[in-house]
């Protein structure tokens, strides 16, 4: 059974930093693995995935030099560091799996595999 677990969420001021960490559990070889976000009464949004074969990460423009996303293949962990974070950030944080290759990464319909998500709230 494959299992996302992400966990590090939690509420800080805006400028300080936060790590997410996504566990994953009951696979190992996957094409691609991401992290999206939703606010309250707002659609998925894409934030940054890497493709596990040849270790290249990307980022939305939302986000890009601010987060940077890394992965464990001995442990099996995805994480997203979030530096100088902003209180449009604030939204549950999911990471997901995509096994197929695609020209439109940033839609998270195409990711299989989901966790529950965490919550990250940046406000004064």
């Known amino acids: 059974q494959v299992q996302l677990v992400e966990s590090g969420g939690g509420s800080v001021q805006p400028g300080r930093s936060l790590k997410l960490s996504c566990v994953v559990s009951?696979?190992?070889?996957?094409?691609?693995i991401g992290w999206f976000r939703q606010a309250p009464g707002k659609e998925h949004e894409y934030v940054s995935y890497?493709?596990?074969?040849?270790?290249?990460?990307f980022y939305s423009n939302a986000v890009k030099g601010r987060f940077t996303m890394s992965r464990d293949t001995a442990k099996n962990e995805a994480y997203l560091q979030m530096n100088d974070l902003k209180p449009e950030d604030s939204a549950v944080y999911f990471c997901?799996?995509?096994?197929?290759?695609?020209?439109?990464?940033?839609?998270?319909?195409?990711?299989?595999?989901w966790g529950r998500g965490t919550l990250v709230t940046v406000s004064s």
């Open positions: 009951g696979i190992s070889d996957y094409y691609s």
């Open positions: 890497i493709l596990t074969k040849f270790g290249w990460d």
């Open positions: 997901a799996i995509r096994d197929q290759p695609t020209a439109t990464p940033e839609r998270y319909s195409l990711y299989t595999k």
